[in-house]
């Protein structure tokens, strides 16, 4: 798919561990700033940054503002960003450090094979020289093969070997894993191949979308030019009805989420009568998967869009996989097909004013889990990573699992025989922290310093190779779905496993130096927000062991929902475009995860007290500067573009409605003096406690 969102700059996770206990907290009421800690705290003198906030603000009616508004008001977003806040400023201390590890390798005399993968990558993604000189002919023979397309049949394997050539296509597939039996992988096949973000981008008569529509069928037609082809503003219009085509038959994002919906298996041999019209054996020809059984994520969609790629004309399907192969590889080729492409993709879609330096874009190419990412994670850890940290998050990690199994227990709205089952499930919670505990190998790849593209296309085969070669074997529960120097988290609920890889255990979402309300507030409800992925809207319906199951009674699962739907309504409200609302369903999953974890994590923080009164430090409560830390992870400036993007094809509400999360908890507005006729204030029946 052309336009990928991933669950990135917001979606935290982590796991389980030892079961210790956590560091006592000091008695004294007060506390000094040389007494408070063991060394310093990296933000403010026991880890939140206390000149960010704008105390003009009632925290009651905006507490975005009273944490960070002071941050907000005086931050001047640079031209390369378009948005940025604490992911961001991890995220470039992450980008800086994976640099010194390469420029390190430079200075080494003698390389082992992965360093010299690394350096050689880095190499030929900076050698704009050559780049420039090849232009777009290291495209030239996959353009030209779609020339030689003539019937449905090309095409088809046209679009089977998208995964190779980097292109589009309507429908696709990718090997994930059984949703019935967990150690199975298993092939999911789904619609996509859009150019911009979201259907809505498509099928909406606001004038700002016609606008981007307009801005997306010139750009269209300049990345045709690259290619020679004939009349291009007329090819680029025909692209554009064909999209909108494949737009309208798509299921919009929040039927998309639905894992009941999602989950329909067939077995190969049925594939042909269920789903005519498709030369599926050609398809799976290309992608080199035997495919015994298969799932069908949008059944309806999948129909409708074969009768789309039957009944437009090939002509038009063959521009349309030019401009996707084109678009798609422009950070591969010279710097005028880049700057073209960036310019509707950065600066018109997301308002970013110019490039990122190239040798963030180059670490970034490098970075993924289908690159060379765990290569240089090895070494990132080595360097960067202590193991410290490591124990340190484990047992906050535990502390967590014991709070959540105590609010389990006493739940108010779910039987018995619920509880069995969750508490089944978060004993079995398996938590992946740092890094690998196998690393992946690169034997048999080979890069070049001289041959950007070529490396991409080895990468590339190198990994589908291993996934065809796994296809048949039971699942690896070791492997990582991010390298150790992203900066995020993930829940997996195939495996009941939450990940935090190594970059984001650092402030201001953890801090050995700083006090525990923060560590809680911050990294604990980030920990909890993970576990709670395991008990949102979606997560819930897989069990203890990742399979797909209804694990409540019908009783229960009635009020589980109907608690979700009062926080789904309650984030509809917010509006931070005029007339763009956050999508509260689509949101959901996430909205729960901050709600929920940041319940776990309160609940945590206050047993690791042992009942004891929490210090006061420079004039705060142990309460406030729990919420002020979880409020400041959420610190962030974006443009109007990037939130717009965000709002239509993100998953997680914008930073500014994250850090509200504690206006559903009554601790908040104890802690802060939240009253009627504030902003912000709920009566107690509208505030939303799930977990």
């Not at 090939?314 to 710097?335: P, Q």
């Not at 992946?440 to 950007?452: P, T, Y």
Request: proline share 4%.
């Amino acid at each position: 798919m052309k336009y990928k969102i991933l669950a990135a700059a917001v979606a935290v996770s982590l796991g389980l561990a030892g079961c210790s206990q956590p560091e006592q907290t000091k008695e004294q009421t007060v506390v000094t700033d040389d007494q408070h800690s063991q060394g310093q705290a990296e933000l403010g003198s026991f880890g939140v940054d206390l000149s960010a906030r704008n105390e003009a603000v009632k925290p009651g009616d905006d507490f975005f503002m009273y944490a960070s508004g002071g941050w907000y008001d005086n931050y001047e977003l640079p031209a390369d960003k378009t948005r940025y806040g604490a992911f961001t400023a991890l995220a470039d201390r992450s980008e800086e450090q994976v640099k010194n590890i390469i420029d390190g390798l430079s200075e080494k005399t003698s390389l082992t094979e992965e360093e010299k993968l690394v350096h050689d990558f880095f190499q030929s993604y900076m050698d704009t020289e050559t780049i420039n000189e090849k232009g777009i002919g290291p495209l030239s023979d996959v353009l030209a093969s779609f020339d030689n397309i003539e019937n449905t049949t090309d095409l088809t394997r046209a679009f089977g070997n998208s995964w190779l050539v980097g292109s589009s296509a309507p429908i696709g597939g990718g090997m994930w894993y059984n949703r019935l039996d967990p150690n199975e992988y298993q092939m999911s096949v789904g619609v996509g191949g859009l150019g911009l973000p979201d259907r809505d981008y498509y099928l909406s008569d606001n004038e700002r979308f016609v606008k981007i529509r307009d801005a997306y069928t010139k750009h269209i037609a300049q990345m045709l030019s690259f290619a020679n082809v004939d009349n291009p503003t007329e090819k680029a219009s025909e692209i554009l009805a064909l999209e909108t085509e494949i737009a309208n038959a798509q299921w919009p994002r929040e039927k998309r989420r639905n894992r009941d919906l999602t989950l329909n298996q067939i077995k190969r041999e049925a594939l042909n009568e269920a789903y005519p019209g498709f030369d599926w054996d050609t398809y799976f020809e290309q992608v080199g998967y035997k495919v015994p059984e298969l799932n069908m994520s949008q059944p309806q969609p999948i129909k409708d869009v074969i009768s789309i790629i039957n009944n437009n004309d090939i002509e038009v399907w063959k521009n349309y996989l030019k401009y996707h192969t084109i678009s798609n590889n422009a950070e591969l080729l010279s710097e005028e097909i880049y700057l073209a492409n960036f310019d509707f993709y950065g600066r018109t879609l997301r308002g970013q004013q110019e490039p990122r330096p190239r040798w963030k874009r180059a670490v970034s190419q490098m970075s993924g889990t289908t690159s060379l990412g765990f290569a240089i994670g090895k070494i990132y850890v080595n360097e960067y990573f202590p193991e410290s940290s490591k124990a340190q998050m484990s047992e906050l990690v535990e502390n967590l699992r014991t709070a959540l199994g105590q609010r389990i227990d006493n739940l108010d709205w779910m039987s018995e025989e619920t509880k069995v089952n969750a508490k089944e499930k978060l004993m079995a919670f398996n938590p992946k922290i740092g890094y690998p505990d196998e690393w992946q190998s690169f034997d048999g790849l080979a890069i070049s310093e001289k041959d950007l593209m070529g490396n991409v296309m080895n990468l590339r085969k190198f990994f589908h190779a291993q996934s065809v070669e796994r296809e048949l074997q039971k699942t690896d529960r070791n492997r990582w779905g991010m390298t150790p120097q992203r900066v995020n988290a993930y829940y997996n609920s195939s495996f009941n496993e939450i990940v935090f890889p190594a970059a984001i255990l650092q402030p201001p979402f953890f801090d050995p130096n700083a006090d525990p309300a923060v560590n809680y507030g911050a990294i604990g409800a980030v920990i909890g927000h993970e576990m709670g992925h395991g008990f949102d809207d979606q997560g819930s319906k897989s069990d203890a062991n990742g399979i797909q199951r209804n694990w409540w009674t019908d009783e229960d699962r009635a009020a589980f929902e109907a608690k979700a739907d009062m926080l789904a309504e309650q984030y509809n409200q917010y509006e931070p475009i005029e007339g763009n609302f956050v999508n509260g369903r689509n949101s959901l999953g996430e909205n729960i995860g901050d709600v929920g974890g940041l319940s776990m994590a309160y609940h945590a923080y206050k047993l690791s007290l042992n009942g004891k009164e929490a210090p006061v430090i420079d004039g705060l409560t142990g309460d406030q500067r729990f919420f002020l830390a979880w409020a400041q992870v959420w610190k962030e400036k974006r443009t109007e573009e990037s939130m717009l993007n965000q709002l239509r094809a993100g998953t997680h509400a914008p930073g500014r409605y994250r850090a509200q999360a504690p206006r559903n908890h009554d601790a908040w507005y104890e802690a802060f003096d939240v009253k009627p006729g504030d902003a912000l204030y709920l009566p107690p029946e509208e505030r939303v406690k799930i977990w």
